[in-house]
């Protein structure tokens, strides 16, 4: 066992991922078909494609939990695969939260960078955290950052942190986005990487 890893975190990968999971397949599941075309925080996604990468991202995170190899050299069509997707999503979404509650999930390096585990399983907590508020900021809805989402903020700070630098060469996170004085911790982590807290779709 890990025993620095259960010292220094209080809460495992896989209760992060319940938590985001419990607010993410309600944002999902409410969706509508009318507003799969709509631009989302992303502006390389429409509200189709960025589904369709957040869906790929909960499927592909669930083998490197198992220590396996994922493939995202292409990202499959499940949203147009059938009308069921919104609930194909969410069984999904359930097998994630499962594969990183294993005990020993966390420990060791996984993927074919041989990452720590931890930050494999963060960074699968990260797109299923702010990829669905992107979502529900697309197709108007709410998405409640309460107590819940403290320990989910808290392990993504260090997680953007430790990732930024590469990211931002890569592209994956754009330039940290200002924010308004008083802001709140979640508005924080949004910015840093690089999504703007306050964007609405424009009407």
């Known amino acids: 066992m ?3 890893s259960t010292q220094e975190h209080k809460y495992g990968v896989g209760e992060l991922l319940g938590l985001a999971r419990d607010r993410a397949v309600p944002v999902l599941r409410a969706v509508p078909d009318a507003a799969l075309a709509a631009p989302t925080p992303c502006a390389e996604y429409d509200v189709k494609s960025l589904v ?8 592909e995170f669930q083998k490197l939990a198992a220590k396996g190899e994922s493939d995202f050299s292409s990202t499959p069509d499940r949203v ?8 194909r999503f969410a069984d999904e979404a359930d097998r994630l939260v499962a594969a990183w509650s294993v005990p020993g999930a966390e420990e ?8 720590p585990a931890r930050l494999v399983g963060s960074m699968a907590l990260l797109d299923l955290t702010v990829h669905v508020w992107d979502l529900a900021r697309a197709t108007g809805q709410e998405y409640p950052v309460g107590g819940w989402a403290e320990p989910v903020v808290e392990q993504l700070a260090g997680t953007v942190a430790e990732l930024a630098p590469t990211a931002r060469k890569t592209g ?3 330039e940290p986005v200002p ?3 008083g802001a709140s911790p979640f508005e ?3 910015a840093q990487t690089g999504r703007d807290p306050y964007w609405a779709p424009v009407r």
């Open 188 to 190: 924080r982590l949004l």
């Open 108 to 115: 060791g390096a996984a993927g074919a960078w041989q990452m």
């Open 52 to 59: 369709n990468h957040l869906f790929h991202v909960v499927a």
């Open 179 to 181: 924010v308004r004085e």
């Open 172 to 174: 994956v996170f754009a």
């Open 2 to 4: 890990d025993i620095e």
């Open 80 to 87: 147009g695969a059938g009308a069921d997707w919104r609930e």
